[in-house]
């Protein structure tokens, strides 16, 4: 992990912190995503919402592609399709496979580019880091959903807040 | 709003920033709040969960209490239990006093206090920052579950994305 910001005093988070927070969270999302059974991931959902397994495609639309956005100014659109993956071992392994991607960007990415004005994903304006708390954002939001799928489940989410 | 962060370089998010970015959060979790009925805002759950009243309520114990603990070094304990806030309108107007005091201790908090070793309510290790974006995160993951109950009573909850 790289170290160039441990030098700059008066952050509010310094780039590897921020890495660890996002990845913190993937742990908690990839445990929600463990939870489900395989056939309630695909089909069950509340009050006519997307299943967990639509959630997950979302996420997994945005979480790697706006490491690469962040790293190299190159921003491809969403694809939450995702039709190709059909299982859950499908998704744990592309979920993973975005958990690398992140890490391997992420030393490319400039302190600069945080504060830098962007066009995410072709289409929304923004700068670097509210892109990036954006999508963390959704992440969580989401998950929550999928907390309380699993309780309706009779099953047990994650902790929340073990984060690592 | 103060500006004195405002000729760091090199920020990935600075002070204003954050505290916007709080505050849009608090946008949306109070046009949740609004959304519900009064009765099944203290009433409906699913799966065994709290309601959102009670959510709402763990929320305001951790709200302005982060605020004034970062810009004092004072300590609250958590109190989730509100027992005085029996109605919507009630816990609306806790939200907006609980909003105005985060307003005005977020100017008395120095930038140093986001990276120092701190323990939350008396009873959580943690550095500022990992402190406060822990709560924030705790506000979005309950709203997130706030919208599947909106959702399973066939009502629309806010955009998540209109966080102003």
Redesign the interface.
């Known amino acids: 992990m790289e170290t160039t910001?441990s030098s700059?005093s008066?952050?509010?988070?310094?780039?590897d912190?921020?890495l660890t927070?996002w990845l913190g969270?993937r742990k908690v999302t990839r445990r929600t995503l463990e939870a489900f059974p395989e056939k309630e991931l695909f089909e069950f959902s509340?009050?006519?919402?997307r299943t967990f397994a639509q959630l997950i495609k979302e996420m997994l639309a945005m979480d790697s592609t706006t490491a690469r956005g962040l790293a190299t100014s190159t921003w491809e659109a969403l694809d939450e399709e995702k039709a190709e993956l059909t299982t859950k071992a499908e998704l744990l392994a592309s979920w993973d496979k975005s958990t690398e991607e992140i890490q391997g960007y992420w030393k490319d990415i400039t302190?600069?580019e945080?504060?830098k004005q962007i066009k995410a994903f072709g289409q929304y304006d923004g700068t670097g880091?509210?892109i990036l708390?954006?999508i963390i954002?959704?992440e969580?939001?989401?998950?929550?959903?999928g907390?309380?799928?699993?309780?309706?489940?009779?099953i047990t989410p994650p902790n929340?807040?073990e984060q690592y």
């Open positions: 910001t700059t008066a952050q509010i988070i310094d780039k912190q921020l927070h969270h509340i009050g006519g919402m302190m600069e945080f504060q880091y509210s708390f954006y954002d959704n969580i939001h989401h998950r929550g959903q907390f309380v799928y699993l309780r309706a489940l009779g929340f807040w």
